[in-house]
């Protein structure tokens, strides 16, 4: 992971937990893929995809997002709810996104809760 990836990742866990969030995992990872922040808030499992950004040039951050990225996501919280027996609590898929400034400085958070859902042909990111 970049040095960017880590700070965003760092505030994105910062931001979370002072919203009440718990977070369970960090940068899970299965032969799938990984899930950058598994979190749990008022009983309901969050998984959250994070983008960090210091400019758009290579374009919004919510565009890295697609269905393809979105599909492993999806299977990866599918295998996490199966091996830890969640299957009856609730879950859904956040993006965050954070904003750095060239010297890494933390510029804005985007909370864009239930970004997707499991069937991703919904999803705001297609």
């Not at 400019?55 to 997002?65: D, I, L, T």
Request: charged share 25%; glycine share 6%; proline share 1%.
């Amino acid at each position: 992971m970049s040095n960017i990836g880590r700070i965003g990742e760092e505030a994105a866990s910062k931001y979370l937990e002072a919203k009440g969030y718990r977070i369970r995992e960090r940068n899970y990872r299965t032969y799938l893929g990984e899930i950058d922040i598994i979190s749990e808030y008022r009983g309901n499992i969050i998984f959250v995809e994070v983008k960090t950004r210091s400019s758009n040039k290579f374009g919004y951050a919510e565009e890295a997002v697609n269905s393809i990225k979105q599909k492993k996501i999806i299977k990866n919280a599918l295998y996490y709810l199966n091996r830890n027996r969640l299957w009856q609590i609730n879950s859904r898929f956040d993006v965050i996104i954070i904003s750095i400034s060239n010297n890494k400085t933390i510029k804005g958070i985007k909370h864009i809760k239930n970004a997707f859902c499991l069937d991703s042909n919904n999803s705001p990111f297609n």
